[in-house]
């Protein structure tokens, strides 16, 4: 999706960028996918019929949906070691071995990254 089209998509909404980890498909390692949306738990959703599970490891927020478009184009072209998921979904081409580098070059401010919090829908 190009920059424009998404941020005739917010309707208002505050933008989201999130780092999650994906767990629970039987003999595959976890890995970690970033994205942007709207709404996380409907982005989320049909991964529970693509076999995932998924704890959100950090976000970041803001009502400049452009602002929240090109850290997701930065992230994904910092050079993150790629993982490529076993089972198919969309944005799997957004996935990563490793979240250490991933949460360091997230923005200081703005940022939240979430702890303890299980999400399994």
């Known amino acids: 999706m190009h920059r424009q089209q998404w941020m005739t998509q917010q309707h ?8 999650v980890k994906l767990y629970g498909n039987e ?3 976890a890995f970690y996918k970033i994205g942007i949306t709207f709404n996380l738990t409907q982005r989320f959703r049909t991964l529970r019929f693509a076999g ?16 929240v478009f090109d850290l997701e ?3 994904h072209g910092a050079g993150f070691v790629p993982y ?3 089972l198919d979904f969309s944005g799997r081409t957004e996935c990563y071995a490793a979240v250490e580098g991933i949460l360091e070059a ?3 401010v703005g940022t ?7 999400t399994e829908i």
């Open 12 to 19: 208002g909404r505050k933008a989201v960028l999130y780092v």
């Open 52 to 67: 995932y599970k998924w704890r959100t490891v950090a976000r970041f927020s803001s009502w400049d949906a452009g602002k």
């Open 73 to 75: 184009q930065r992230l």
């Open 27 to 29: 003999g595959e390692p």
């Open 84 to 86: 490529a998921p076993l």
């Open 112 to 118: 939240f990254v979430l702890r303890n919090q299980v």
């Open 106 to 108: 997230l923005p200081k």
